[in-house]
């Protein structure tokens, strides 16, 4: 029964988990596509140093977003699979650190007026897009967030269990299985050694047959 649920469990988690890798993957993708025309339009790339213009924080944010929901998702599917303590514990604080973050970012949008002063300017522009855009869809978008908020509460949830359910008996004592073994062994019919009589020539020979 507990093989039965934890096999459960660790699929539900792989699932969960392959939501927030999806969610990483798309704002990967963004951030590619808002490199892409920052390139195009200024020349350069967004990464260099030497740069005559002030560095797009917002992408720098939303890649760096973007791989850390990746590499969460695959220590999850590491955990999931592995049922690892070290690893549940190393997931479920990575979750528990995403999950303070996002509720310390909103907590600022919605009790704080002012709270685009908390952010530099950004000289790409995408940010203000990025407001707009959620200004503009704002249903879906709360959907969304509380959606993905959602399921990181649920594979911290679901990780917590399997710590709990403890790690893969792979296999079982020996000494359950002794009991059983003792009665065969005295049981067992005696042996016998047959000796070919061409070797059994002289006293010691028929003495060691004896």
């Known amino acids: 029964m507990a093989r039965v649920l934890r096999s459960c469990i660790q699929s539900m988690l792989k699932l969960a988990n392959s939501v927030i890798g999806m969610a990483g993957l798309a704002m990967i993708l963004y951030s590619a596509w808002m490199i892409r025309v920052w390139q195009r339009q200024m020349g ?78 950004d000289p790409s522009g995408y940010f203000d897009q990025f407001k707009n855009f959620i200004r503009s ?24 269990i399997l710590k709990a359910l403890g790690p893969h008996q792979y296999y079982d004592s020996d000494d359950e299985y002794a009991p059983d073994r003792v009665p065969l062994l005295k049981n067992a019919p005696p042996h016998f050694v047959v000796v070919d009589q061409g070797y059994a020539h002289g006293p010691k020979n028929e003495s060691w047959i004896k």
């Open 44 to 121: 350069e790339l967004p990464f260099g140093h030497d740069s005559d213009y002030p560095s797009p924080w917002f992408i720098y944010t939303f890649l760096g977003l973007g791989v850390m929901f990746c590499v969460i998702t695959c220590l999850g599917h590491v955990a999931a699979e592995t049922a690892n303590g070290c690893c549940l514990y190393l997931y479920m604080v990575f979750v528990v650190l995403l999950i303070m973050l996002e509720a310390a970012v909103t907590v600022d949008v919605f009790l704080n007026q002012d709270w685009e002063k908390d952010f530099p300017k």
């Open 137 to 160: 869809n704002y249903e879906m978008c709360k959907w969304v967030g509380l959606s993905l908020v959602s399921v990181q509460g649920l594979s911290l949830l679901l990780a917590m």
